[in-house]
């Protein structure tokens, strides 16, 4: 009972932090008052939490539809037609998970012009690649003799699929995820030069005009968000699959 | 039975053949501008400048077609045809770019959907070649380095240099250069020094075990922090140190400019490069280290001969990570003043200039690639106790 | 029963599987036995669909199995593999269900199965509800048979199904099945490339090289009728020591006390008494027995007291025409 309360331990602390610097963000410009005084990052525009929910809505819809494609077309490799794509797919993931972030959103800006639709875009297709590169090669470390034994049992090929190269491979999908949310936590934040908006607007705005208490203000809620998702992505690898084997990479 | 009557690629290289003829038959291969400002128009292949466009087309066509035809056991003749399809893609994007602005300075030529596509497809057939090549790594490696090479001698020829984004180089060369091995310094310094850095913690670390549970924790936490986050927050304290103390402010330190890129990019390199020197310390498999003690070796013998010799190949792919993602993050540097690529980059976002962009952005996925894959064949070269 | 029919594989041009044609009577237990890459596990993946054979047939209780849904055909069917391959996301009790899930069976039904095969493979109930990782190899071993019996198939295929543990293990887990196959009569294709435990298990022995069936009987006759190079060089010149663990002192020995040679273990009083083994004895241990005591003869017992005796020469004499058929 004690072991398992402790898990919820990290997410909390995160979350109070993060909850902190975004609706107490006074207290820390006051502590932090000593480096110089703040042009503008006390009377901004917009309140800190606008930012921070149009960076997490960024996050989360470019991740929503990460994960959906990055699933389907994982799954879709186990199928007949499309057996021969699953090599090419995973090395085309693997080749472009090598590029910078940056340089997919950038080159999202010739194609499709500026503001939130072409970074959302950038984001779901440089968020997929972990995500199926995870998929693929989970479901494919499910030990040949579990495979065998599920069809000489007479599981159909979907059964197969869904009650057991799934969940075996659900770790690594996990895993995949996770990778995926941090990225476009970090990638999000330079949509900001894109017109994205989301807290990066502050760090860039802040770097441009020097001043430093706006910089934090927008660099500290996106750090501790993703701390706080890192947090939680542990939190759920222990409860879901800590007493059992699955695939893991 | 029926292998030797099958034409053709398997699935991917056919769906690449047959998009390649696609691209070149329907798409827009070349987006026309008359001069910077203007929208422009789009022009297929065939479209362009009476029958050279045409040409262009037909070859391709033909060269799709073939791939179909040919007799699946016909491998060598479809890698030479798909080399063919890159020289295709590449070369007659370059000529018809030329054609269309011959002679007009202010015009502008760059890149349409048709040309995209094409090279999507090229990359299709090329991996397919590459899979039916699978036991033969020298030949894979091969085809790789061909494609690669036809894009540079055809770039070094100067075929391109109708289009927009070469034109934009030319006008900005000098810039271009210095910004590009101002990146290449800020990555790869930093990165060097990181290793420098990194390499004998790991080993100061290795085996003392609270230690290195904190270390991976602090690793794990600095990887997850979003980079312009790091590089904002690391302005505050070099900032505040440079007001505040007038011997840090003359050695050239200060919130903006190269050092605080360069400090950044140096601690975002750390993390992975102590992540792997520990990780492969400590996957050495102990039977290893007890046989080499039973031999009667010391315990700095085993250290120097057998786990080092046997944690490298991971270390050096910890260095491949921190090289690749340097490269990247490097462009973020120019926020700061720290020149890069990035300074294109972020000038063309705020000109909305897609040339300029395109000028960063290229040279950008060029050398994360080369470098990936150079330090990749390193790695592997160095693994010989297969521990990867 | 199971049948085929001039069953044939071809992978790429090699011929794994050559024109076989078999059968395997209702409750028998028939071994598959040859080197590894001889066709055997291709043969039994054959049966269960798992590989489609390039041409032939073959029969399942009289159906040909070309004519049944092949997931239909695989839940008739136990499927026990080497390394096990249990589900290492589900426990014990949902390994051992599986099959009756997939045939909706009731859920109390398949609890009460589960728990009832959990005694017949001899671990304890509790073990219901741990994960697979949680057992040692010989327990999962166990849970793997349990699973393919869980559904009460008539026809159980087992590769390999003890290869994978330890010797001492393995010995225990051949003799628990033995038992159990006693009791439950199952027909069974049981694949293995061990001589010693293809003597002790078969009823009946399939020698393969090569693709082919090239030599086939009961384990007595494959030791005591002459076989080619191949059949010979297999089986080692010490099959009949392999053969004797199949008979029991029981069987061989002789009623009443006439013990000259009997070996004599020292006892704490200071007294010579003969050693006693029980007529549950493999005749192999017996020998075993002989050769370490330096003796010609032991007492059997039965109940406790002294019954009879064994002799070298009664177990020569045992053997002499060939090795009796004895269940």
């Not at chain 1, 994982?74 to 998970?97: D, I, N, S, V």
């Not at chain 1, 984001?123 to 090669?137: D, T």
């Not at chain 2, 390499?199 to 602090?218: D, G, H, I, N, T």
């Amino acid at each position: 009972m004690y072991n398992k309360l402790k898990l919820y331990v990290p997410p909390a602390l995160w979350l109070l932090l993060f909850l902190l610097s975004v609706y107490r963000f006074e207290w820390i410009a006051q502590w932090l008052s000593f480096l110089g005084p703040s042009k503008g990052a006390l009377r901004a525009r917009a309140p800190l939490s606008f930012y921070v929910f149009q960076h997490v809505r960024l996050v989360l819809i470019s991740t929503f539809f990460s994960m959906v494609l990055g699933i389907t077309l994982g799954l879709l490799t186990r199928f007949r037609p499309f057996r021969e794509f699953k090599e090419p797919l995973l090395q085309t993931a693997t080749f472009l998970q090598t590029l910078p972030s940056i340089a997919i959103l950038a080159l999202s800006v010739p194609l499709l012009g500026y503001g939130q639709a072409p970074v959302v875009i950038a984001l779901v297709f440089y968020g997929l690649l972990p995500i199926l590169r995870n998929i693929i090669q989970g479901l494919d470390s499910v030990p040949e003799e579990v495979r065998l034994s599920a069809a000489g049992m007479g599981m159909t090929p979907w059964q197969r699929l869904i009650d057991v190269e799934w969940p075996l491979a659900l770790p690594a999908v996990l895993a995949g995820i996770k990778t995926s949310v941090i990225i476009n936590v970090s990638a999000a934040t330079i949509g900001a030069t894109m017109g994205a908006g989301g807290l990066g607007v502050l760090i860039v705005n802040g770097i441009r005009t020097m001043d430093i208490m706006l910089i934090i203000k927008g660099a500290l809620p996106v750090s501790l968000m993703a701390f706080l998702i890192n947090s939680i992505f542990t939190l759920l690898e222990e409860q879901w699959f800590g007493n059992r084997d699955g695939v893991r990479l | 039975m029926s292998e030797n009557k099958k034409l053709g690629y398997g699935k991917v290289g056919n769906l690449g053949a047959a998009l390649y003829a696609v691209s070149a038959l329907f798409f827009p291969y070349i987006q026309y501008r008359p001069n910077r400002v203007l929208t422009g128009e789009a022009y297929r292949l065939w479209q362009i400048d009476g029958m050279q466009g045409i040409i262009y087309c037909a070859i391709m066509l033909v060269i799709s077609l073939l791939l179909f035809v040919l007799p699946h056991k016909r491998r060598f003749m479809r890698a030479l045809l798909t080399l063919a399809a890159v020289f295709m893609t590449l070369f007659s994007l370059g000529q018809s770019a030329a054609s269309l602005t011959s002679g007009d300075s202010i015009a502008r030529a760059s890149m349409g959907a048709g040309f995209w596509l094409s090279l999507a497809s090229v990359f299709l057939m090329l991996s397919a070649a590459r899979l039916e090549y699978v036991h033969d790594r020298l030949f894979q490696n091969a085809l790789t380095l061909f494609s690669l090479s036809i894009f540079f001698v055809l770039l070094f020829l100067g075929v391109f240099d109708g289009l927009s984004v070469m034109r934009e180089y030319l006008n900005r060369k000098e810039t271009f250069l210095s910004q590009a091995s101002a990146h290449l310094i800020l990555a790869s310094t930093s990165v060097g020094a990181a290793t420098l850095l990194g390499v004998p913690l790991a080993f100061a670390l290795f085996s003392r075990k609270r230690l290195e549970r904190a270390v991976f924790f602090l690793v794990n936490l600095g990887q997850t922090i979003p980079t312009l986050s790091l590089l904002g927050l690391l302005m505050v304290p070099l900032g505040y140190l440079s007001s505040k103390y007038q011997i840090i402010k003359s050695l050239g330190i200060s919130g903006v400019g190269f050092w605080p890129a360069w400090i950044a990019l140096f601690i975002y390199a750390l993390f992975p490069i102590l992540h792997n020197a520990l990780a492969g310390l400590q996957m050495v498999d102990p039977a290893v280290t007890q046989a080499a003690f039973s031999v009667g070796m010391t315990k700095n013998q085993v250290f120097y001969k057998v786990q080092i010799p046997l944690a490298i190949p991971l270390m050096i792919s910890g260095v491949r990570t921190a090289l690749t993602q340097a490269m990247g993050n490097a462009v973020l540097a120019a926020l700061i003043g720290g020149g890069g690529l990035g300074s294109l980059i972020f000038l063309g976002l705020a000109q909305s200039a897609p040339d300029l962009i395109l000028l960063g952005t290229l040279p950008l996925v060029l050398l994360t690639f080369l470098t990936d894959a150079l330090l990749g064949r390193v790695v592997v070269a160095l693994d010989k106790g297969g521990s990867l | 029963m199971i049948q085929t029919k001039n069953l044939t594989k071809i992978y790429n041009g090699i011929t794994a599987v050559d024109n076989v044609s078999l059968e395997v009577p209702s409750g028998e237990l028939c071994v598959l036995l040859g080197p590894s890459g001889c066709g055997k596990s291709t043969l039994l993946k054959m049966i269960n669909a798992l590989v489609p054979p390039t041409s032939g047939e073959i029969f399942v209780n009289g159906k040909n199995t070309h004519d049944i849904p092949v997931e239909l055909l695989r839940r008739g069917i136990g499927y026990v593999v080497q390394n096990v391959g249990l589900f290492p996301h589900y426990t014990v009790m949902r390994n051992i269900g599986v099959v009756m899930k997939l045939l909706n069976k009731p859920k109390e039904d398949i609890e009460k199965r589960a728990l009832f095969l959990l005694d017949l493979i001899g671990l304890p109930r509790s073990y219901a509800s741990r994960y697979p990782r949680e057992l040692s190899g010989g327990e999962a071993q166990r849970v793997g048979v349990a699973r393919a019996l869980a559904a009460d198939p008539a026809i159980l295929l087992m590769d390999e199904p003890f290869g994978s543990v330890d010797p001492l293990n393995r010995e225990h887990l051949q003799n628990s099945f033995t038992e159990i196959q006693k009791t439950l009569k199952k027909t069974v294709l049981f694949v293995t490339h061990d001589v010693s435990e293809a003597l002790m298990l078969g009823d009946r022995i399939l020698l393969m090289q090569e693709g082919r069936i090239v030599r086939e009987g009961t384990p007595g006759d494959l030791v005591f009728q002459e076989g080619d190079n191949f059949s010979q060089a297999f089986f080692g010149s010490e099959m009949a020591l392999k053969l004797l663990s199949r008979y029991r002192v029981g069987q061989a020995y002789t009623k009443g006390m006439k013990i000259q040679n009997a070996a004599c273990q020292p006892s704490r009083v200071g007294e010579a008494i003969p050693c006693l083994v029980s007529g549950n004895m493999p005749l192999s241990e017996a020998l075993s027995l002989m050769i370490i005591n330096g003796c010609r003869e032991l007492a059997v017992s039965g109940d406790g007291f002294p019954q009879g005796t064994l002799s070298f020469e009664s177990l020569l004499s045992y053997f002499r025409k060939g090795a009796p058929n004895v269940q």
